[in-house]
């Protein structure tokens, strides 16, 4: 079978590398905006066969899209006009609603496209970020419609798990929802805290939990903005609770009682937060 990977960057040649390294049935094609990074990734074994155009990825069996969403719209626009009937296609957003209804209205087959978001990855980017073993352990969320053809999800679903990741069956709704909680929400706070810091910039370095908090905040910002910007509606739920908690946190430290802070911060007056 061959794979045809859209986008070089960290999870792409990720892939990529996983599957190199297990030595899968694949015949892996790649193509990347940057044709020097395309290049590269050939140099490095990552895929055999460089694509220098998009239309050229159009005859794999499978296309994995790993762009950024921005770049996402144009390339099911881009493909559309070129995609065999037979051709699956994925993708590895962390945000799944937007994909799935550019899928729905660009493709020629959209019961063909599978949305799918691998729960790993660190903050860092680009080709020199992949890793073989990026991809063991980590669910990998796929978000099928309900035209979604039984046989492309199952056609992923066996990609994924054969690269050491889970497959974890979701509506695309709900994974939005809750990824606002689990890392656009934190990826809020760490660019708040770092721009903090750099309004009051300290003596001390900070530590492990300085560290840990922060840590995100190294991500791209152009990309977050992106992401962040399509998932709006559940991070603005969760953001406004977050800001009620924070003012209710100010309000005991205000009144200075150990008592009710203690239960603040040990969740025992959850519901008047």
Sequence with gaps: MELAIVGLGGIGASVGLAIRARRLPFTIAGYDLRPEVTKQAHARGILE???????????????????????????????????????????????????????????????????????????????QAARTDLFEGAQWVLTPAAHTDPMALAQVSTLVQSIGAAPVLMAAEQHDREFALLSFLPHCVAFSLTALHRAHPTRLQGGSSWRDATRVAASDPTLWAELLLLNRRYTLEHLEVLINRLERLATLLDQGSPEPLAAYLSGQDDDES
């Design 49 to 127: 066969i460089p694509c220098f155009t998009l239309e050229a990825c159009a005859n794999a069996d499978m296309i994995l899209l790993a762009t950024p969403p921005s770049a996402m719209r144009d390339c099911l626009q881009a493909l559309a006009p070129h995609l065999k009937p037979h051709t699956v296609l994925t993708d590895v957003a962390s945000v799944k609603a937007p994909i799935l209804a550019w899928a729905q209205q660009l493709l020629p087959h959209p019961q063909r496209f599978v949305g799918g978001h691998p729960v790993a990855g660190t903050e860092y980017s680009g080709l």
